[in-house]
């Protein structure tokens, strides 16, 4: 298999990384995004095979059994989320570097793994009231899960610096040119 890149975006939840990762992949650049499985259920517009593989516990554990993860984790408590190896396999054969939209952990172990490959970027929200407010007016979390969301961001922040590059996302069309041009560089290199 010819190896591509690896491009793994994290952030809090809320921060706006969803957007971004968008704007990134309508630039017609050979970036494919990587379609994680998860077991919590689709929210908002999201599609199954699109968005994510939406999976049962069941079958999320019969693949961890088959080792076909690259890396997975329990994100929130009993809500796994996870990068298989057959989504990487079939975009690298096709020509295209690997697009992730991952926590800070699962980015973090993939930069471990495939250090000179792999391109880290943490998007970071202004501050976290801000965090909360799109959160809020995103409208698509019930007030338990947004909670557990803005604690998790705050202890996500702390991560920031291990990353290869950040932004931080105020000015929305600020931050697409700057997401835009830190793959670009990365790619052509
Ligand atoms: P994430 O994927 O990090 O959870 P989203 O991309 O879903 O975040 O963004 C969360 C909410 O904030 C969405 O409603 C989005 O439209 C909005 N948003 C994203 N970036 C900005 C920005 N720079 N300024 C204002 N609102 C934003
Ligand atoms: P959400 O439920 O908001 O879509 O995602 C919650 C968190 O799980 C986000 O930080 C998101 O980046 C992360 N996530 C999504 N897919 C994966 C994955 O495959 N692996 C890991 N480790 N985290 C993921």
Redesign the pocket.
């Known amino acids: 298999m010819k190896e591509g890149k690896f491009i793994v975006v994290s ?1 809090p ?7 971004l990762v968008r704007a990134l992949l309508s630039e017609n650049l050979p970036l494919s995004f990587s379609i994680s499985a998860t077991t919590r259920k689709p929210r908002g517009d999201e599609v199954d095979g699109v968005d994510y593989h939406f999976l049962s516990t069941i079958e999320f554990k019969k693949f961890i059994d088959q080792e076909a993860f690259i890396e997975y984790e329990e994100v929130y408590p009993n809500k796994f989320y996870g990068s298989l190896k057959t989504d990487v396999e079939r975009n690298w054969k096709s020509g295209k570097h690997v697009i992730f939209d991952i926590d800070v952990i699962g980015a973090l172990n993939i930069k471990k793994k495939y250090p000179n490959q792999t391109l880290s970027i943490f ?1 970071n929200p202004p501050n976290i009231n801000v965090l909360e407010e ?1 959160l809020r ?2 409208g698509t979390d019930s007030e338990t899960a947004l909670l557990e969301r803005i604690q998790k961001a705050n202890e996500e922040i702390k991560f920031l610096e291990k990353f290869d590059k950040s932004i931080i ?4 069309e600020k ?1 697409k040119k700057q997401i835009i041009k830190v793959v670009k560089d990365f790619i052509d290199t």
Do not use: Q
């Open positions: 952030a939840s809320g921060s706006g990384k969803t957007t998007i799109r007016s995103r996302n105020d000015d929305l931050s």
